[in-house]
């Protein structure tokens, strides 16, 4: 190590010096009420703060002795972070302590990292390792929807676990009608709540001032997304991407606050409630049946049970997700896929090739505004109310999350990235509030570390060599 | 001798003060080479972001006559000129879609053909036969192309991983498969070594002789120029300071002095 | 016409505010050609480290408002300059190179976790900053209706006008300014010609926060109250303003933010105030469509 370690300290130094400099009045004065009018004053959180820098400093040396080869130093320095992150010792928040354990469980795994490449890229040289890792992949997506047909039959299964599963298939469905527009067209569509917006809006208003079913309005909901993909999108798709993104924001925002301000239509911030939900044939889910209809337990002839309901909406976003799914996959290896893809990769190649890249985007975008639009209309059913509170840009930005953080345009991928950002705080929920932080920081690692995301192969459209692999 | 091609008269591009295009008239024919040569900076690229739709043309007329109909380029929309008057260019800079495999690349090239065979998806995502028979002679078209250019057994790598060469040869051969009238190649032997650039050549005569269309070339490589050319525009400074057949134009005292500044043996090659 | 000026009045402030905001979009764009999402986040950090040091301010007993405005300019300046410094060389610099997207969705999660980061340490509850200028004078009375500029509004635009000639004088003037305009017009060339480009950028982004970080202070003093949401409303806004006046346009921020600022007043003022932030929008969606090069900007062409 020698003369490089100065060099090092003096890194890691910086690091910590900016650090505090960076947390020093956000984190280190929290500003609070004081209480009977004496105005804002300080919760000093300084000793936070200075715990934080040593974290970092630390971490930092560690992570410069990783990469300069000093390995076994800075697995050592890793593991003390873990062991102070977990040691009983009491630091002045929980957060702390996961700060320090994760920074060292970081650490641990840079240091490790080169060994576990070189294991897995021999594996991977191998043609049986490419093979494997592409049955490997299919494979896995059979069994994935196996788990998810059988879930709600499983023992586990309670109330609690089956909306949790409404919820993130709720997610996967968004993903993969996003992953059309960001995935294969290249398209950042900031906005992509509002069409889940206009398809529940669609369905509540249908359904409680014109008392049409679920299922009259489902494809009606859908459509209707589409039209307004296609009216945002015919003045705005030749913008380059960046202004787009810009444009889908406003857009987004300006729906939710037509929303929020047209009390005639839609009720304003009060929302609109006693949504019917969606029927079986025509018989309803409930107790006792309402004048005229059936209940289904009357139809089918079993006992009431409350959770037939939410097995019943479990189904039916599982079905549109997967409608969405085989459409996709369909549509990519269809002319209009690929040129999706190809205006991803260069549209001024695409125009000298005689494709009109504004019709082309057009149709990824209504495509991807239609799956928003169903779900939607699953989403006003399922809640029975719905309000502009459920469309803000947060919820534009975790459906984007998913898609970055699966890899853009992987369909498993984006399964795997909502169980992790949807399922995972769910299951944790102390770390709740850390959630959009989490993803905040995630898609700047994600772009820095791994811009393709979780899972970053790509399978050719077409083949001239179908047995080949590669 | 057969009719031109097109025919581009008075064509001036101006980029605020500067004029980087001068009152140009040359014409091109069907199943001839055609170079425009000059100096850097002379507005060989921008003669062809004018024919290609890339700009729209400050003054000047772009005529396409081909299939019985005459288009106006510089009326036409910068995709349409691909679509309906069946121009195709590759760049300076090769612009591949290097994320898709060399097969992908071009079939997004017959994209047009095959969006009317698939019913604009719709007969597609119902798996038409009519679609399929389309989609199965893209493919031989494909392979036919790919033949030609020596990489059927790279069909189904990412076209970024080629070597540069290859990359090259894939860029004409994506252009090709649009099926045109006219062919324009924005310095196809750059950054290539001599085999390399042989191969280029035997393509690009193949390309006039076997499929007779008319070929624009704007080149540097004067080996490439001199051998295969059958007609010469030269420009400087936006302006045309001579035409004619390679002999002529080696020999015109205003091209060599053109030249002078740079190498005079650059024309000899 | 009272009404009338005094809305004019009003507007110019709040336009002195986006425009300070737009130019660190329109800088940014102009050298690296990306629209940093995160910079309303900064903006709101500013106002933030100003609160905060306010609220230090009164309790060391500094009680001439001049002085403390001043102190708190130059503490909010220089921590929200690191903010600027950290974010481009964390998540921005790895990304030169990579995929069209990668930047764009990367300046959306430095966003998204700002924005959190301080709510987390903050608190969500918005934060009364007390009124540290107080007073003003009457222009005219007319109609019945007094024409009143505050002293508060008098400090915002003279502030901001000062800042801006600064600014200009060091983009037209000095080795800095010459080294960013180079960068703008070839980044290689420049680097070649012996530029440091990295620096350079670094540069254009502190001084884009530390410009927001004075928004942020004069927006802190003029609504005397903020949250850590601010910054998602007022950076579309600005950057509409960025845009209306031609994005890469400094003269063109300010006029921009101006123009913004006139028509959000003037729309709550004569229509209704729940649109206001429709009316944004809306401007800056047509823009986009119709003049996407602005009112000042250079069309741009492509190089093919």
Known sequence: ?470 | MSAPLIEVEHLTMRFGGLIAVDDVSFSARPGAITAVIGPNGAGKTTVFNCITGFYKPTVGRLTLRSMGGEFLLERMRGHEIGQKARVARTFQNIRLFPGMTVLENLMVAQHNKLMRASGWSLLGLLGATGFRRAEDAAIELSRLWLERIGLVADADRPAGELPYGAQRRLEIARAMCTEPVLLCLDEPAAGLNPRESAELNQLLVSIRDRDGIGVLLIEHDMSVVMQISDHIVVLDYGRKIAEGDPEAVRNDPAVIRAYLGTDEEALDG | MAYFTQQLINAITLGAIYGLIAIGYTMVYGIIGMINFAHGEVFMIGAFISLIGFIICGSLGISSAPIAIVLVLLLAMSFSAVYGWAIERTAYRPLRGSFRLAPLISAIGVSIALQNYVQLAQGARPKPGGQIVSGGFNLFTADGFDVRVTWLQIIIVLVTVVLMAGFTWLIARTSLGRQQRACEQDMKMAALLGVNVDRTISLTFVLGAALASVAGMLFLMYYGVIDFFIGFLAGIKAFTAAVLGGIGSLPGAMLGGLLIGLIEVFWAGYFSSEYKDVAAFAILVLVLIFRPSGLLGKPEIEKV
């Not at chain 1, 009045?25 to 500003?31: A, E, K």
């Not at chain 1, 077409?462 to 692999?469: F, M």
Request: glycine content about 14%; proline content about 5%.
């Open chain 1, 1 to 470: 190590m020698g003369p490089r370690l100065p060099l090092m300290l003096k890194d890691a130094g910086l690091t910590a010096f900016v650090a505090a400099a960076l947390g020093i009045f956000i984190v280190g004065f929290r500003t609070v009420d004081m209480g009977g009018g004496k105005g804002l004053g300080f919760d000093y959180h300084l000793v936070d703060l200075a715990v934080a820098v040593v974290t970092i400093f630390i971490g930092r040396l560690g992570l410069s002795m990783a990469a300069n080869g000093l390995r076994w130093p800075a697995i050592v320095l890793g593991v003390v972070m873990i062991a102070a992150g977990a040691s009983p010792m009491k630091l002045p928040s929980g957060f702390l302590h996961w700060f320090v354990a994760l920074g060292g469980v970081l650490l641990v795994i840079r240091a490790i990292w080169p060994w576990a490449n070189d294991a897995m890229g021999a594996a991977a040289k191998t043609p049986s390792g490419v093979a494997l890792s592409k049955a490997g992949s299919k494979w896995f997506g059979w069994l994935l929807l196996a788990g998810a047909v059988l879930l709600p039959a499983m023992p586990f299964a309670d109330q609690k676990t089956m909306d949790l599963g409404v919820l993130i298939l709720t997610y996967v469905m968004l993903g993969w009608g996003l992953n059309i527009v960001v995935g294969l067209a290249g398209l950042l569509d900031l906005g992509y709540v509002a069409f889940y917006a206009v398809g529940a809006y669609a369905y509540a208003l249908l359904s409680t001032q014109y008392g049409l079913g679920f299922w009259t309005v489902l494809p009606l909901a859908g459509m209707m997304a589409a039209l307004f993909g296609i009216m945002l999108g015919f003045p705005v798709l030749r913008l380059r991407g960046d202004y787009l993104a810009i444009v889908t924001l406003g857009f987004g925002e300006i729906i939710r606050l037509v929303l929020l301000n047209w009390f005639d239509l839609t009720n304003g911030p009060a929302g609109i409630g006693s949504i019917p939900g969606p029927t079986l044939f025509g018989a309803v889910f409930a107790e006792t049946p309402p004048p005229g209809k059936q209940t289904v337990s009357e139809m089918l002839g079993i006992a009431f049970n409350g959770n037939h309901r939410l097995i019943f909406l479990y189904y039916i976003i599982l079905g549109l997700a997967l409608i969405t799914n085989i459409f996709t996959q369909r549509m990519r290896r269809l002319p209009v896929g690929r040129a999706w893809e190809a205006l991803r990769e260069d549209e001024t190649a695409c125009q000298a090739l005689g494709i009109n890249p504004t019709n082309t985007k057009l149709t990824a975008f209504a495509i991807g505004a239609m799956f928003a639009g169903f779900a939607g209309s699953f989403f006003a059913a399922k809640q029975r109310f719905i309000s502009p509170e459920s469309f803000v840009f947060i919820e534009s930005a975790i459906i984007l999350a998913i898609v970055v953080l699966g890899g853009m345009g992987s369909q498993i991928g984006v399964v795997l990235a909502a169980v992790l950002l949807i399922g995972l705080p769910e299951w944790f929920r102390d770390l709740g509030s850390y959630r959009m932080l989490a993803f905040g920081l995630a898609m700047v690692l994600i772009m820095v570390f791994k811009p393709r995301g979780l899972i970053s192969h790509r399978e050719p459209s077409i083949r001239l060599h179908p047995g080949g692999g590669g």
